[in-house]
């Protein structure tokens, strides 16, 4: 997912100034230690975020018993943010970070995303916003505590050392916890110096992963995992009908069967509370419904890609404009045009979506698996009839997000059963309801152009996008007099040095709700400008590398990733009967390439090998970096070979993974991830290696066959995996 979500007074450039960050005192006695707290000036009120009445929450806690805590703002899904945060942290702390506990943290205005305005998860955005703040809190906490320490033996700090959790004067040692209380009682310091980084001990450096004890010896909870005292379960079962409704049912059957507690209309369907999950859902089956299937009732795909052609014989808004393209392209010695379709994608996230909800009349306690905090905690209170500081949020591990969690349309049907029978409900949609209500990737109908001159260099690209707008359904502030920014990444920054460029968006809506999926715009719009790429260099006789690089001199980054990739995968020397494609772009401030090895015997396609070159900027953990890269390039491929939800009738007709196909386990290629070191400041990683799989892997199925694929997915072009 990547998307700015602003207060309504503000716009997406005001959220990322909001990085001008002003930092409030806030100290507090807490159990005899230190807490320790941050707030931000420049976002969203607290009043509007659900913050409890502005008063700063803790970043830090350091107990009298020497338990050091991290309240981490950010979703754990896999990513390893708990990690990367703790480190961070850490480091200015003086601390090994396996000594620190983390914690989800609560909803609060504290906890805000300065590049994305409220708390949220996403936009590759945590480690970027956390950069500065986390290494402030950690310097913070340390210098209070040998400011503590200074003040119990009478000596100056500049004495003092700081080393393994605590204090150091000569053979003297104080611990962390002997000195929190003290060091509660002292004014929070604006003016401290951080690391230079050529002293980190623990950010830029390999770390084991925080999380994963507990995920390997069962004891991690996610959000289906939760069990309150007096817990009951539901199951839900929705239109079949996209934006269709409940007309009637008859409960009789259901409700008696055994352990059924309450047959109900919610928000977005039927519910059935039950002692245990399996009579909940056995139960739901035993209902008869009827159904008003709504205004999608003749929505299919086929209509709903005509939709999308006939849209774009409009002009649309433009987003890059430089030069003169139409007479650029008239001037041409050789011109090019094409269409490039892409499909709805589901999110396919493993854990399917839940959530349990306690709501009572003064209060509610959320147990859920959400990337937006912010907004959970919103869409209960006005659920429920409550106020939002009566609503506490807490968050859960993820069992994937890739944007799906970003909804909350799976929060409101648990809140309403919990309110109605008095008891805390965990309402779990089926992997069915997840696959067939998802909130989709949008689709897209691209038409691009490009003129060659006579010597094959490239000097006019255009490029024509419709496709729906997200944000303007989630965040419609932010595109209400201009382009929806996540419609048209890796297309606005198109890197190449030519001199007529323009890029325009056509929004058209399709009639049913899209939604962020990982990488968002960056995996449509790479995968036509970089294909595209292609077809123009094999129209100029050049060598697809050498096309790009004669074209980047002006962009030091992308040249550099260009090359090592290059370089890296043996470029032009694969082995007899292996074929590669390249591709290459800029997203969330990181920089990547990608070549895909390939062999294609008849229809049966084998991926021999990925390389993926990446310069990402300064890195808080490289393992991590390295597990992202690698599971957004298989979270890609998967889409690529198989992604498509289609609609017949208003209906998906993709029910469960039989269907919706995964790539498997011994299906994954060899990888080979490359991090380049960099001083540049830290890039987003949990998406853009997603974007540039589908048209590395395509340019090199053409290599190979001469069959350029130009729509998504390539099972759908008469090609299966070897």
Known sequence: MNDTMTDATTDPT?????????????????????????????????????GAGGQPVAWLRIGGDDRITVLVDRSEMGQGVYTAM?????????????????????????????????????????????????RLAGAQARTML???????????????????????????????????EAAAKLPVPKDVALKDPKDFSTVGKPQKRLDAPAKVDGSAVYGIDVK?????????RQTPTLGGSVAGLDATAAEAMPGVRRVMTVTNGVAVIADHYWQAKQALDAVKITWTPGPNATLDTV?????????????????????????????????????????????????????TADVRADGADIHVNTQTQTIAQATVAQVAGLKPEQVRIHTTLLGGGFGRRLEVDYIPAAVEASK??????????SREEDTTHDAYRPPAYDEVAGGLDADGKLVAWQLHITSPSITARMFPAVVENAVDPFAVEAASNYPYDVPNIAVDYNREEIGIDVGYWRSVSHALNCFVAESFMDELAHAAGKDPYAFRAGLLSKQPRYQRVLDAAAEKAG??????????????????????AQVVEVSVKGGALKIHRITCVVDCGRMVNPNIVDQQVEGSILFGLTAALWGEVTLKGGQVQERNFDRYRLLRLPESPRIEVVLLESTEAPG?????????????????????????????????QGFTLA
């Open 420 to 429: 109605a029978i008095g008891k805390p409900v965990k309402l779990i949609w």
């Open 146 to 180: 040998v400011q503590a320490a200074a003040a119990h033996w009478g000596v100056e700090g500049s004495t003092l050392k700081v080393q393994d959790g605590a204090v150091l004067r000569g053979n003297e040692r104080l611990t962390f916890g002997q000195l929190a």
């Open 14 to 50: 005001a959220a990322a100034l909001a990085s001008r960050r002003d930092f409030l005192k806030a100290s507090a006695l807490a159990s005899g230690g230190l807490m320790l707290g941050i707030t931000l000036t420049g976002c969203a009120k607290p009043a509007a975020l659900g």
């Open 303 to 355: 209509s709903m890609r005509s939709k999308l052609r006939a849209a774009a014989a409009r002009p649309g808004k433009s987003v890059r404009n430089e030069g003169d393209v139409a007479a650029g392209l008239k001037g041409a010695a050789k011109t090019l045009r094409a269409v490039y379709e892409l499909p709805l994608l589901a999110h396919a996230t493993l854990e399917p979506q839940n959530c």
């Open 684 to 716: 987003g990683m949990g998406e853009p290696a997603t974007a540039l799989i589908a048209p590395a892997l395509t340019n090199a199925i053409f290599a190979a066959t001469g069959k350029r694929l130009r729509s998504l997915p390539i099972a759908r």
């Open 571 to 592: 470029w032009g020397k694969a082995p007899a009967g292996h074929f590669q494609g390249i591709a290459l772009m800029e997203g969330y401030g990181s920089y990547l």
């Open 86 to 134: 703790t480190q961070l942290l850490a480091e200015e702390l003086g601390i090994d970070p396996i000594r620190v506990a983390v914690e989800a943290a609560p909803v609060g205005a504290v906890y805000v995303n300065a590049l994305l305005g409220a708390q949220i998860t996403g936009g590759s955005t945590s480690v970027r916003d956390a950069w500065d703040k986390l």
């Open 228 to 236: 309150l005292p007096g817990m009951l379960h539901a199951a839900l």
